[in-house]
């Protein structure tokens, strides 16, 4: 069975400019996640998808990061503008059916450096 | 915040030792998971353990769990080079900062 994929693996920009993370889960989980790794620390959750809906996205900067799964499967996460703290690991996870017992499958993750 | 905090933040121990691993967290909980992160697998989901279960096994791996004292520990038995990794108690979707755990040869 393939895991989550996650593309690129690695991105490189300067504050201000713009990037996107794409997300392809486990294929018929229903629940997506963003989490945001910073060097040294746990993941912190970003947004939670339960199929092409939002569950919660309160730790989500709304003024500069957003995401989408308009098809209930592939995900996008963007930052605009990037800041020089968003320098961190993006992972993205799927489980079957979401809730907090259901155990998550994380991806490789994008590694961000922002300059 | 419900952010499960783990100690020690590092932990260097041979093969074969036995290693200990403790979580504390603030407010009540429906479960808590333990997930181990290394740079060749990822994050991976180790075990789970409800807030009603005391203790639960998986292989090598002891879970133990107090909500009185809101702590649970991660016990890795005979451990292996292989275990060289951080590992995360979280708590619905928080995550603690990791210990991270460096097994000798």
């Known amino acids: 069975e393939a895991g989550v994929a996650q593309s690129p693996r690695y991105k490189i920009i300067e504050k201000r400019q713009s990037v996107a993370f794409w997300c392809n889960p486990i294929?018929?989980?229903?629940?997506l996640y963003w989490y945001q790794q910073i060097l040294g620390q746990g993941p912190k959750l970003l947004i939670q998808f339960q199929n092409n809906g939002v569950v919660d996205d309160s730790q989500l900067p709304k003024d500069r990061f957003s995401a989408e799964r308009l098809k209930g499967v592939d995900s996008t996460l963007k930052i605009q503008p990037a800041k020089l703290e968003d320098s961190a690991v993006y992972l993205c996870?799927?489980?079957?059916?979401?809730?907090?017992?259901?155990?998550?499958?994380f991806g490789p993750g994008t590694r961000l450096t922002v300059l | 915040s419900q952010q499960g905090e783990e100690d020690p933040q590092a932990l260097s121990i041979q093969e074969g030792e036995n290693a200990t691993m403790n979580c504390s967290y603030k407010t009540s909980i429906n479960n808590l998971q333990w997930y181990r992160q290394n740079s060749g697998r990822g994050l991976v989901h180790l075990i789970l353990i409800r807030s009603n279960e005391r203790e639960k096994h998986s292989g090598r791996l002891r879970v133990t769990l107090d909500t009185s004292k809101k702590s649970s520990s991660l016990l890795i038995t005979a451990s292996r080079a292989a275990d060289t990794a951080s590992y995360f108690c979280?708590?619905?979707?928080?995550f603690g900062s990791g210990t991270k755990l460096n097994v000798k040869p």
């Open positions: 979280a708590t619905e979707f928080y």
């Open positions: 294929s018929g989980h229903a629940t």
């Open positions: 996870a799927s489980s079957f059916l979401g809730g907090r017992e259901n155990e998550q499958f």
